[in-house]
């Protein structure tokens, strides 16, 4: 048996790879690159080393990653797009960026390393094969006398009077930034200014993936940093933004350097790098690392803030059905459901708190709940809670308990959508608050749905629960 025949059945039976979440074949997946919708199809480029489960760092293991999809839902691998040439501006990794449509001509936009420098390719086969341009780097250092803590990730989009492109960066002393420049042709760039600096004390020292688009009447600013992806959405007149609201695009603390497009109706749809919460000996153990979030849209709410949610041609992987409604629990009748379990399931359900102090959902649990995950609500706390903490009884797995803030207005019920895919779990709440984790239960039962109650008692109103087919053959 070859070797790559080996790995495809290994990766193929582990129990802990997902089914319906976009991965590449094997090893190391990272930030989301470049999604584009280009004549009638969806293309998603991410950070890939196509060598090993493992990030590389400066080694020139860093590469683009290419599939393409018709739905947001299956996927088709296509070959690498882009490699570190030995010798250029990319000798160390081909780092993030993003692809534009320069006048029929795809063009991608991206960071080489090391030193960081900011350089094109090409392609004149609809994307299957490129060619990077031979006066790489086109923006070859940071703004001359700018003391920054990094200098990375392009951003470009056009407007009337030419390109713009943001550089993830942060300026020393103060804070993450936004750093805004102008071109008429994509290769020579002309320094601006920053177009948003942040307070290290509260949004961090280095801004990577900036992305920035209008939405609606506003206009939307998304850095990564501190370990999570936060939005600012704002007007942006002269070459300016002024923000007016912020927020977390997901509270777990596994999504990570989203990035945005936008599609032929118009809508505005993001992806994210989820990462993994096992040991770096497990991963390699198991051959991959890294996988892409479900494709979430994105609208605004009345009050300015982000409404974030499920792509709906998710829909379209739902098979088996089961509903339940006007359920009452009890502290002490909190049970597993009878007809039903797995491992790669979609839940919608409607929660009227009741008196409880605490009221959700039991997930990938035991007989016993020896290993169960909790999904629930804290009245006291105002918080969306995913309880890990018996989640595997694996060693060197990540058990925290992970929060995400939301208050219920007077009447409202909690409304939650979830995605559970083997180690992965998506919990959208009231279209305002994601929270994103990561699970490895050691127990092939673990496969049990259940409802608890703490304090008090609380109504199920309604729960739908789909059983998932897979994305791969």
């Known amino acids: 048996m070859s070797f790559w025949t080996e790995l495809r059945e290994k990766l193929a039976a582990d129990p802990q790879r997902p089914r319906y979440h976009f991965l590449p074949p094997a090893n190391w997946m990272n930030d989301p690159n470049g999604p584009i919708f280009w004549k009638g199809k969806y293309h998603l480029f991410y950070q890939h080393n196509p060598y090993a489960p493992f990030h590389g760092g400066r080694s020139g293991t860093m590469h683009w990653g290419h599939a393409v999809s018709k739905d947001l839902v299956y996927w088709t691998h296509l070959p690498i797009a882009l490699a570190p040439t030995p010798g250029g501006p990319d000798k160390d990794g081909v780092y993030s960026g993003c692809c534009v ?98 307070e290290k004390e509260r949004t961090g020292t280095m801004w990577e993936c900036p992305d920035f688009f209008p939405l609606g009447e ?108 006007d359920i009452h629990v009890t502290p002490s009748s909190s049970s597993l459901l009878e007809d039903i379990q797995g491992d790669c399931i979609e839940i919608e359900a409607e929660l009227n708190l009741g008196d409880a102090k605490e009221f959700g959902l039991k997930v990938r649990s035991s007989p016993g709940d020896a290993e169960e995950t909790l999904i629930f609500y804290n009245r006291e706390k105002k918080s969306l809670n995913v309880n890990r903490e018996r989640s595997s009884l694996y060693p060197d797995v990540s058990r925290e308990i992970q929060k995400g803030p939301i208050e219920l207005a007077n009447g409202e019920n909690l409304k939650l959508h979830i995605f559970i895919d083997r180690s992965v779990v998506e919990v959208f709440a009231n279209g305002r608050v994601c929270l994103t984790s990561r699970i490895y239960p050691s127990r092939v039962d673990s496969l049990g749905i259940g409802l608890f109650a703490r304090g008090g008692s609380a109504t199920l109103k309604s729960m739908s629960i789909w059983e998932i087919k897979s994305i791969w053959q």
């Open 101 to 198: 449509d320069n006048d029929g001509v795809p063009t991608i936009i991206y960071t080489g390393v090391s030193p960081e420098v900011q350089c094109i390719a090409t392609s004149d086969d609809d994307m299957i094969t490129w060619k990077k341009y031979s006066e790489n780097p086109v923006i070859n250092s940071p703004p001359i006398g700018m003391a920054v803590t990094g200098f990375r990730d392009p951003c470009v989009w056009r407007e009337d009077d030419g390109w713009y492109m943001l550089i993830g960066s942060g300026i020393k002393g103060i804070g993450g930034a936004a750093l805004l420049y102008k071109s008429k042709d994509l290769i020579n760039w002309e320094y601006l200014h920053p177009l948003y600096v942040g």
């Open 218 to 325: 506003k206009y939307v600013l998304l850095v990564s940093t501190l370990g999570t992806t936060l939005y600012f959405v704002g007007t942006y007149t002269d070459h300016k933004f002024r923000p007016e609201a912020q927020g977390n695009m997901d509270f777990g603390g596994y999504f990570y350097a989203a990035r945005s497009m936008v599609d032929d109706k118009g809508r505005r749809i993001l992806f994210g790098w989820i990462k993994e919460g096992r040991s770096a000996a497990a991963q390699w153990a198991s051959g991959w690392s890294g996988v892409q979030a479900l494709p979430r849209l994105l609208s605004l709410r009345e009050d300015g803030t982000l409404n974030i949610e499920p792509v709906p041609e998710l829909k379209a992987l739902q098979s088996e059905h089961h509903r339940y409604e």
